[in-house]
Each structure stands twice: as structure tokens, then as C-alpha cells.
């Protein structure tokens, strides 16, 4: 079963039904049952027009779903609205339902969690993990935004600013979690910087470029994760940064600054850099203070301490980091690094080995149970 074809023809299948009239909450249920169906029924009978298979699937499993509270007059008139058999249409409706996800009746939260549910294809756990939340609550959320846009006709699309955060969460999925979505993200990226002038949908597409272009360091031969600073950056995708500084370089002369274009500037202080020492630290933590001022973000604020241990000493980070709240994500990893910049082994390995137990994934854990590993053994020495 070819999983990748199925996630790709999702968002065309789903735009289809919406253009037909269902309302987005059935259809994507009904997208849903037609997935599960192919999932059953390819394996032995692969159809000739996957697309052409999911949208007959698809309609057939809402119509069935419409009949059971919907009048008899409304039941016919959508049995002859039923799609013939034969090619669907080719239009790649992906950005569209990401405006209409993004629907003015949700909340900012609700629009982004439905639409990478929907339309991104990541589940609810990997959604959680992304808002820090349970994956319980999530689920809620979700829900209650499908029941919100029940019946709701889809002429108010909504905001740029939300269909931002959804494409960089896309992103950050497919480029560190279980599913690929990042060049997805990218290309959806581009297609939105074609449509609007908008200085934060370039700088969110600098800042994927200028990511994507570290993605083959990221990890080593045995899928071990390779920080920042040990990545060998002469396999960087040279032609990837100068692109993401060229566009970065543009939205920042509008003088229009905001949180994308900030995120932006620090990839690039970190892709111009020859080696990890000739990193302009003092510059991070300026854009840092940027991009605090714009979000206010606790996250930032961590990553802020990060580049302060960096710039002025590892004591200097620890005291920025004693004022963020210790149950933020990877604040205990955060920690473990300076204190060992700071001389203080002991420490940093009891830290790694906390951090370690806390990882949101497979690689993270093995690779601070390698650095707790590592400094245990030098204490031993």
C-alpha cells in the first residue's frame, strides 16, 4: 500500500467534496472512510485512477452519511450531483483548504490543529506534541472545531497569519517527526508567496529554505541525531541558503519586521557561518530580543538562553534560564548543556539523563543518553 500516493491525493479529494457542497466536518469524515476503504481494497485490486477511485469512495460514504438527517428531496438532488466514474480533475486544491480551515469562526488554536488533522495528515498525537498539550485535550479540540464548521458554507476563508502557523508546524513535522511534510511545506510556501506580497510569508519561506538546506547533516548514517554544531557544513545546500538570504534580505527592506523574518535572520547568521566557532552569537541574541519582543514566546525565551551561554558564558545563559518556568520542553536538556560549558560534570550528567527520560522522541533520548553516558564516563577517569 503506497501510503505517500494516499496522503498526497488527500487534499484534492477533500477540495472536491467541498466544492460539491458538503460541509467540511462530513466531508473529511467521509475522505477518512474512503482512505480506509483504499487501505482494504488496493492491495488486491489497484485501481486504474486512485484519485478517480477516492472521490466515487468518498461521495458515496457521504451521501450515505447525509441520508440518515437529511429530507428525501435533498437526498436526491445530491444523488445527482454523484460524480461519474472516469480522471478527477487535476487542481491542486491544497492552499485553498488551508484558507478554509483557517475559517473566521474558529480560534486561531482550533484553525491550526484542524487543518494539520485534515489537510497535513499528522495525528492527533503528533499535533499535541507540537502545542505542548495533552493528547487528550487535543483530540477535544479538534472535535469542537469539526462541530463548529458543521454546516458552515465555506465563503469566508480566513487569515494569512493562521495559515502561516499551519504551514511552519507542517514543516517542523515533516522535518524532525515521523512524517515528511517538509517539502510539501515548502512547496505550499512558495505557491502563497507567488499569490500575496507579504513580507512574513517570505520570511517563512527563507526560514524553511534555510532549515531545509541542513536536513541531510541533521542525522547520521544510523538516524543518531548530529547537533548544530558537529554537522558538517559542507554538505549544506549552498544553493537552498543563498536563495532563503535572498528573500530574507528583501523582506526585511520593507521594514515590516515580524516573528518569521526574525527566525529568519538567525538561520542565516548560523548558515553564514563557516564553522561553529565563527557563529555571531552577539547578533543571535539580538535577534533574539526581536523576536522575544514580537511573540513573548517561553520558547524563545529557552533558545534565547542557549545563544546568551554562547555569547557572554555559560553562566550568563543559566541565570536567562532561571527565569523560565522548569516544565517547559527540553529546558532540562537546555540546562545540562550549560552547566557542562559551565564545568560542572556532575550535574550536567544527572541533567542528561533526566532530559533523556522527558525526550519527545527516539533520537533526542538516545542521543542525551549518550551525553549523560559520555560525562559519566569522564568522571570515572
Known sequence: ?????????????????????????????????????????????????????????????????????????????????????????????????????????????????????????LTTRQIAQAYLVPEATMAQRISRAKRTLSGIRFDRPGDVATVLRVLYLVFNEGYSGDVDLAAEAIRLTRQLAAAIDHPEVSGLLALMLLHHARRATRTGPDGSLVPLAEQDRGRWDTA???????????????????????????????????????????????????????????????????????????????????????ALPRHTAVAAYLHERDGDLAAAARLYADAARAAPNLAERDYLTRQAARLNARLRE
Not at 468518498?58 to 445530491?78: G, I
Request: proline share 7%; with cysteine.
Open 1 to 121: 500500500m503506497n501510503e505517500a500516493l494516499l496522503r498526497s491525493l488527500t487534499p484534492s479529494v477533500l477540495g472536491i467534496l467541498v466544492r460539491r457542497g458538503a460541509d467540511f466536518a462530513a466531508a473529511e469524515d467521509a475522505v477518512q472512510d474512503a482512505l480506509v476503504e483504499a487501505v482494504r481494497v488496493w492491495p488486491a485490486e489497484p485501481p486504474r485512477d486512485p484519485k478517480g477511485w477516492l472521490v466515487t469512495v468518498a461521495w458515496r460514504r457521504f451521501l450515505d452519511a447525509t441520508r440518515a438527517d437529511t429530507a428525501r428531496r435533498r437526498r436526491e438532488d445530491l444523488l445527482d450531483e454523484e460524480p461519474a466514474p472516469g480522471p478527477a480533475p487535476a487542481a491542486d486544491d491544497t492552499l485553498q483548504l488551508y484558507f478554509l480551515c483557517a475559517h473566521p469562526s474558529l480560534t486561531p488554536s482550533s484553525a491550526v490543529a484542524l487543518t494539520l488533522r485534515a489537510v497535513g495528515g
Open 240 to 326: 537552498s541558503i543563498a536563495e532563503g538570504v535572498e528573500i530574507l534580505q528583501r523582506a526585511l527592506a520593507r521594514d515590516r519586521l515580524g516573528p518569521f523574518q526574525a527566525e529568519a535572520a538567525i538561520a542565516a547568521l548560523h548558515a553564514d557561518a563557516r564553522t561553529a566557532e565563527e557563529t555571531d552569537w552577539v547578533q543571535i541574541v539580538e535577534w533574539y530580543d526581536e523576536l522575544v519582543r514580537l511573540t513573548d514566546s517561553p520558547v524563545v525565551r529557552l533558545n534565547r538562553a542557549v545563544a546568551v551561554g554562547e555569547a557572554d558564558g555559560p553562566r550568563a545563559g543559566l541565570a536567562a534560564l532561571e527565569e523560565l518556568d522548569d
